[in-house]
């Protein structure tokens, strides 16, 4: 089984992801860890350029995940799916190498998301950066949204999920 997480900035998807993992036997491939490790908070030139590494990340991401499923390894792809094109695009893919996947999405109130990213990033993220980024998510109908608490301990609500 692949789950692709899909939600905007501070919604929780690496939370899940990372839970996840510890419960164990599953990969977790994360691209904004790829991007900070390839680049090291420098730049990547752009709007354009970031969309252009980001596809690039998630086709190899895809790849894996038909590996480890063929291997029998559950794959976690948090990558966001911020485009309808991202979506439709693993979607076919995964589709075509009849592999099982779902999306989970996520959601969760503004001011949360601001003081998670706040938390995360320690700069001053502002409200009006986080409603810049978030002008960029396209909404499409794959799944109900969640609103999910983090917890230490487990994730407190459920994340609603859909067999595609």
């Not at 989970?104 to 998301?113: I, N, S």
Request: charged share 30%; with cysteine.
């Amino acid at each position: 089984m692949v789950e692709l997480l899909r939600g905007k900035i501070a919604s929780g998807k690496s939370f899940y992801a990372k839970s996840k993992a510890e419960s164990g036997g599953v990969c977790v491939l994360n691209t904004d860890e790829i991007i900070a490790s390839l680049l090291g908070g420098a730049p990547c030139g752009g709007r354009e350029k970031r969309l252009e590494l980001e596809m690039r990340i998630l086709r190899y991401f895809l790849q894996l995940a038909v590996s480890n499923h063929e291997a029998g390894i559950d794959t976690v792809i948090d990558h966001g799916f911020w485009t309808v094109n991202e979506c439709e695009k693993a979607s076919e893919f995964l589709k075509k190498a009849g592999v099982p996947f779902k999306f989970v999405c996520f959601d969760a109130p503004f001011e949360e998301r601001l003081k998670r990213v706040d938390l995360r990033q320690g700069n001053g993220f502002d409200a009006e950066r986080l409603k810049w980024f978030d002008s960029f998510f396209e909404e499409k109908e794959l799944c109900r949204f969640a609103y999910c608490r983090r917890s230490r301990e487990k994730m407190q609500d459920t994340v609603w999920e859909t067999q595609k």
